[in-house]
């Protein structure tokens, strides 16, 4: 019998689980600056303006649009107003739109329905890679204690493209750094290990290691995608 840690993901990566075939079955992404706190279940619970958070929510998830709050840690400059990104990421060629909204509640204005069938939504063209990092401690003790130090030791190496979110899922998987605009997950990256993971993406590679999978596509999809790439050594994001 193993040990229990009371940790999710010690348990997880003692029972060596594979990683694969386990990313959020996502394609259309809002995300919106908040410094937190964030609550348990963000954004209806987080600490927004009155009824914003719950509208939002109930917003998104009738578009089709997966809501995250994101927030650059101590380490980092804060931003001037509230930095929002709008993301597709998949499986049509995927794309990211920023904007920075006076308020956070100006969210409610953005066409959610267009965004959720993967329509542009107006917003300035953003060419970067964006490395998330999910460090929603209150959601699972396993991302604060596992992702503020990748998110930490990321933004060393990419400043403006790291930001730390709320709950991607898979807290078992800690730390769990998500790539836009691909949308491919990546699971139990190490602090000393995000800068590869992260350099490798921007080159146009997968660190196979950790991946856990591309958003856009099933789970079956993607186990199926990661099992031909492990067969055939094919680490090029448009390999497959």
């Known amino acids: 019998m193993l040990p229990r840690s009371g940790r999710c993901s010690h348990e997880s990566e003692a029972r060596?689980?594979?990683?694969?075939?386990?990313?959020?079955?996502v394609r259309s992404w809002l995300l919106l600056e908040h410094p937190g706190p964030w609550g348990?279940?963000?954004?209806?619970?987080?600490?927004?303006p009155e009824g914003v958070g719950a509208e939002l929510a109930l917003r998104c998830r009738a578009a089709g649009v997966r809501p995250l709050l994101i927030r650059r840690g101590p380490w980092s400059r804060t931003s001037d107003g509230v930095t929002c990104f709008a993301v597709r990421s998949g499986p049509e060629a995927p794309w990211i739109q920023t904007t920075t909204l006076d308020t956070l509640g100006e969210a409610l204005e953005l066409d959610l329905y267009a965004l959720g069938s993967g329509e542009r939504i107006g917003l300035e063209p953003h060419e970067r890679a964006l490395f998330l990092v999910c460090t929603h401690g209150r959601r699972d003790v396993c991302c604060a204690e596992r992702g503020?130090?990748?998110?930490?030791?990321?933004?060393?190496?990419?400043?403006d493209e790291t930001w730390e979110s709320t709950h991607v899922g898979g807290d078992r998987f800690a730390g769990n750094l998500l790539a836009f605009p691909h949308g491919l997950y990546f699971g139990r990256v190490r602090?000393?290990?995000?800068?590869?993971?992260?350099?490798?993406?921007v080159s146009g590679r997968i660190a196979l290691e950790h991946f856990r999978g591309r958003?856009?596509?099933?789970?079956?999809?993607?186990?199926?995608?990661i099992a031909l790439r492990e067969r055939e050594a094919l680490?090029?994001?448009?390999e497959v």
């Open 235 to 238: 680490d090029g994001i448009v």
């Open 16 to 25: 060596a689980e594979s990683l694969a075939g386990t990313a959020s079955t």
């Open 191 to 201: 602090p000393e290990k995000g800068a590869s993971v992260a350099d490798a993406y």
């Open 40 to 48: 348990r279940n963000a954004p209806a619970d987080a600490r927004l």
């Open 148 to 159: 503020r130090p990748l998110a930490g030791a990321l933004s060393r190496a990419h400043p």
């Open 215 to 225: 958003s856009c596509f099933p789970f079956a999809v993607q186990a199926a995608e």
